[in-house]
């Protein structure tokens, strides 16, 4: 008889014990009510060799897969119950452009979150994330939702224009199409930069106009940038932004002219010096000019000007009113006068406006068409000694007739 030792003793009780869990694993599998084989044994998970659960189960999204009208404040979110997140990439569709959502994963990577918190309205969100569960199986999944798309949007209209050159009295003005209701909000989403830098302040007027200007004109030089981060800003109830752009300027050389209507003079000075002294003939004494601080907004080398459209009956109607610069929203401008000719530097005759010497057609050799050649948009035209009242801020680019504390406390932003 062979001796037995030790190790050959212990492989015997470990085989015996492996064929004895083999058949109780045989028998619980000939057991089954469906005959499949799976593993019941009370519903005890053996090993972990159970049924992997679903990749919804592993990683919630929110919103849904599938959901449609998400609100901008919405909230996007990938989490895991437990294990963790391997990655999540989001991707947004908006205006046939796609760009990725950055976000943070939490320390515990069991949540992700986007760095922007309100969700674009009117695009297509796309979510891929992986994770592995608290068995270390790895999950995938694929979601889609797509946002709000507001049946109103509002838009503003700026000047000055894209790469302009102005001049050192430019303010700049957005006009919006829907009045305001929201304007703190609205307000936020508009950046005025300036090269050097200036401090530079927002006021409102009224709900529909946004105006933004330094305390004092701008130096001569400066690079001016407007950015408007509108899209999808609610500026009223229901009513959503949509514009998203940037754009610049720059001030040139610093021209401020001043008008003595009592006088019957203008002397234009350039950066501070004096350049000329013209004579003029401003408002008659029952249709007079506005005093104050008036920005050029429009130049026209010829118009049309019309009593009946700013308000007066049918005293005048003249086809060609030659190099035509706009003053006020109301109507005033500085422009040529060829039919009233024996009047500059002796008497105020006009309806409102500053008229030069000019010849019809316009000529380049007398006053009014030598200034014209020398001006820009955003050019000071300062009145003084009129029997009228000041300019209203608002009336076309008044706003430098107002106090500095008195603009701005017109912000919505407090």
Sequence with gaps: MRHVTGRARRAGVALTAVLTWAGLLAGAAGCTADGTGDIGMGGIDVGGLGKPPAPEEVIRITPDDGERDVRPDGKLRVRVPSGRLESVRVVKSQDAQESPVPGQLSDDRLTWEPDEKKLALAARYTVDAVALDGHGRRSARHTTF?????????????????RSVVGTGMIVSLQFNREIDNRAAVERAVHVTAKPPVEIRPHWFGGGRLDFRPERYWRPGTQVTVTLRLRDVEGA????????????????????????????????RRDGELLTTVPITAGAPKTTTYNGRMVVTEMLEVTRMNS???????????????????????????????????????????????????????????????????????????????????????????????????????????
């Design 146 to 162: 797509t946002t709000y798309v507001p049946e109103e949007r509002f838009i503003g209209y700026v000047t000055p224009e894209n």
């Design 237 to 268: 109830p229901g009513v959503y932004g949509l514009q998203y752009r940037r754009f610049s300027f720059t001030v040139g050389r610093s021209q401020v002219s001043l008008v003595d209507a009592a006088r019957h003079t203008m002397e234009v």
């Design 308 to 414: 009946r459209t700013v308000g007066f009956g049918g005293e005048y109607d003249i086809p060609d009113v030659p190099h035509a610069m706009r003053l006020t929203d109301s109507g005033t401008f500085l422009h040529g006068n060829y039919w009233a000719p024996d009047v500059f530097g002796r008497v105020n005759v006009s309806h409102g406006c500053v008229g030069l010497r000019d010849v019809k057609g316009g000529g380049s050799d007398t006053p009014a068409g030598w200034f014209f050649d020398r001006s820009l948009v955003g050019d000071v035209v300062e009145v003084v000694h009129s029997n009228d009242k000041k300019v209203a801020p608002d009336n076309g680019l008044g706003g430098w007739n107002m106090g500095w504390k008195e603009w701005k406390a017109g912000s919505a932003v407090k």
